[in-house]
């Protein structure tokens, strides 16, 4: 028996890289997925028939995967995403929201586009297969008055927990996406839906666009016996257990997943506090307050 048995999962941007990987790792534990992708190249032109290679290699692994070629960016093309999972299997356990593209620059160089571009890929191609999916959740929910036990995993990134020069659109859209995925777990809690973000790290197309990144890696161009740290599967064990049974009390998480170490991220939280004894602060005395009781505080070196 599989840890996954009977779902039905959706994963987008899964024609390559860790999307592949996921898909693939779902299958294996007994998932039926719709594999989505666009085909397009990482800066997001064109359009192909990627997802057909993924569903492909599942089959020849003994697994069962259909192919979805909408633009996660396309509202109704997300919406017939969806309604492809129920209509081939009859339910929807599990979204992976992973597709993702680059146009990197510093944000003197960054066209409007290119923004526009990226955003509408991380934040609308997320939120809008999350929109259907939630709707249909919602929809079994009132009809049977059970939990529905669904699954959403989005993907985060290193740039957008921490920053990234050159990436004010993509850094910006991560960040979106751990805002995104706690309001969207308060959202479908009461409807047995469980939300959480995972930020990869691997050797992908995406990062193959970075000076002195290393070269592309395939999933499925490492033996399942061999570990590489760059592996875009490296992940994937992880959001396999985010989508089955057993991760019913975590929601609303953050966690990263880097070569051999799993990382709980805490985010914003409270740091060193003053307080003005409810009078109004005076600008002239705050650069001193701050600096010994607020910034002082932190370890040398930091920038604030």
Not at 127 to 152: F, I, L, Y
Request: charged letters at 20%; a negative charge.
């Amino acid at each position: 028996m599989g840890m996954l048995d009977g779902k039905v999962a959706i994963v987008t941007g899964a024609g390559h890289g860790i999307g592949r990987g996921h898909a693939m790792e779902l299958a294996k534990h007994g998932a039926k997925v719709v594999v989505n992708d666009l085909g397009g190249s990482v800066t997001g032109e064109g359009e192909g028939r990627d997802a057909d290679q993924t569903v492909g290699i599942i089959e020849e692994r003994g697994g069962e995967a259909v192919a979805n070629y909408e633009n996660v960016a396309d509202h109704e093309g997300a919406g017939r995403m969806v309604a492809q999972a129920v209509d081939t299997w009859g339910r929807l356990d599990v979204l992976v929201t992973n597709a993702g593209i680059v146009r990197d620059s510093a944000i003197w160089n960054m066209s409007e586009a290119d923004f526009d571009a990226v955003m509408a890929v991380h934040i609308k191609g997320m939120w809008s297969p999350c929109h259907h999916a939630a709707r249909h959740w919602r929809s079994v929910n009132k009809e049977t008055g059970q939990p529905v036990g669904g699954r959403v995993i989005t993907t985060t990134s290193g740039a957008g927990l921490v920053g990234n020069f050159g990436q004010t659109n993509y850094a910006t859209a991560k960040a979106g996406v751990a805002g995104f995925t706690q309001t969207l777990s308060l959202e479908l809690w009461r409807l047995g839906v469980t939300v959480n973000a995972v930020g990869p790290a691997a050797a992908t197309r995406i990062t193959a666009t970075m000076p002195g990144a290393p070269d592309v890696i395939e999933p499925d161009d490492v033996p399942e016996d061999e570990w590489n740290r760059m592996d875009p599967a490296v992940s994937s064990p992880l959001v396999a257990w985010l989508a089955s049974d057993e991760s019913s009390h975590v929601t609303g998480q953050v966690i990263r997943a880097v070569a051999e170490d799993i990382i709980l991220m805490t985010g914003w939280t409270n740091g060193a506090q003053i307080s003005n004894g409810g009078k109004r602060w005076d600008a002239t005395k705050l650069g001193t307050q701050l600096a010994t009781d607020v910034f002082g505080t932190r370890a040398p070196g930091l920038r604030y």
